[in-house]
């Protein structure tokens, strides 16, 4: 079967050993960065240097000039060549891109955005009869529905958009191996075809929807600079394999981070009730704190850089060096967040970097700020919520991805 049909959104993942091992290090890694920070913060790994304090970290992701992003050769191949703002460094195009997208994507659309996901996970946890499977069942199920609804991108004929994304969002931040690559080349042309058509007939027949393709073509006829076809083309692309395939990963793991914990998940779920959604969010965004999207961001350092300078840990990055900004261990500093270890849904903001830090940091941080909590909102309100039995009732990942979740309610 062509990838292009597949309904299998996850690749196959490591079975027997492999994954046993991949578990091992995944759970080690907070106690590792625990001993990094206190006696290497910035450890060398080969030509790798892996910067762990908070401080450090915001350095990195706030000196675009000597350490700039990795993405444009993936994102070359994604986009056919066309260029995309996230894998530029701080560029005119880059703020010129950027500016245009802000005025297609605006903040007053965040409160709809918010009741759509609240009201389609709420269906979806009232007619799963007391038992969901949280990450794809709940999650990625309304991230894809209202993000391709608001943008603009239905779903490919005789395709499944979560699974085009999701395989296009492995190759871009997780994996390169050939098989892969292969479906790469099948899904990335096919996408960019499908949402060429989608300009061309939104354009033939504009109708009375208000999404981001229809603001984009507004602007297109109104001459504005920044809406050409590819411009459009390549800016729905890039938002479609960057954005929803995110969620399915985090927010599942930030439910198993409230389980893992009775006080905190019967906070939440007293807040989901008093629909309190500013401290539900933050139980949600601690949870998160716990076990973030991913270690860390990769940069490529493009000048010698000293980071730190001045500090009894500093060190000098040589250009041609990549750096890993361990966020992960930067949200669980002492130096910069109070009792890290310590689960307190009240944290102030700057003590998150879930989603970056300056230039780059994801353009859909609004979006994800308004949105995630609401997606587990209706399941916290349910009476008794519960793991499964069983294995079921872990959560279970696959590589880099979240895989199952299952929960019970009464």
Known sequence: MSVLSSTEVLRPGPTGLKRLLMQGVMAAMPFAFRLLRRLKPIPRFGKTYVVTLYDDVREVFATDPAFG????????????????????????????DTAAMRKVVRPADLPLLAAKVEAQAEAIVAGAGGRI???????????????????????????????????????????????????????????????????EARRAAPGKVDDVLARCLKLQKAGEPGFSDAQIRTALMGFIVGGPPQPPMVVPQAMEQLLRRPDALRGAQAAARAGDVVLLAGYVREAMRFDPLAPGLPRVVLKDWTVAQGTRHQRTIPAGSTVLAAFASAMRDGRRVPDPERFDPCRLPHEYIHFG??????????????????????????????????????????????????????
């Open 357 to 410: 830090y300056d230039l780059h940091q994801c353009f859909g941080i609004h979006i994800n700020n308004a949105t995630l909590h609401l997606m587990l909102k209706p399941l916290l309100k349910r009476e008794n919520l519960r793991r499964a039995p069983g294995a079921a009732g872990k959560l279970r990942k696959n590589g880099a991805f979240a895989e199952s979740l299952t929960v019970e309610f009464d």
């Open 69 to 96: 992003v990795t993405y444009k050769e993936k994102l070359d191949i994604i986009m056919g060549g066309e260029p995309f703002f996230l894998g530029m460094g701080d560029t005119p195009q880059y703020r010129a």
């Open 133 to 199: 499977e949280v990450v794809d069942m709940l999650v990625r199920r309304v991230t894809f529905d209202f993000l391709a609804d608001y943008f603009g991108v239905p779903a490919p004929p005789g395709g499944d958009l979560r699974v085009w994304g999701t395989r296009l969002f492995e190759y871009q931040f997780v994996a390169s191996d050939a098989p892969l690559l292969a479906e790469v080349a099948e899904i990335a042309p096919a996408l960019r075809d499908h949402i060429q058509r989608q300009i």
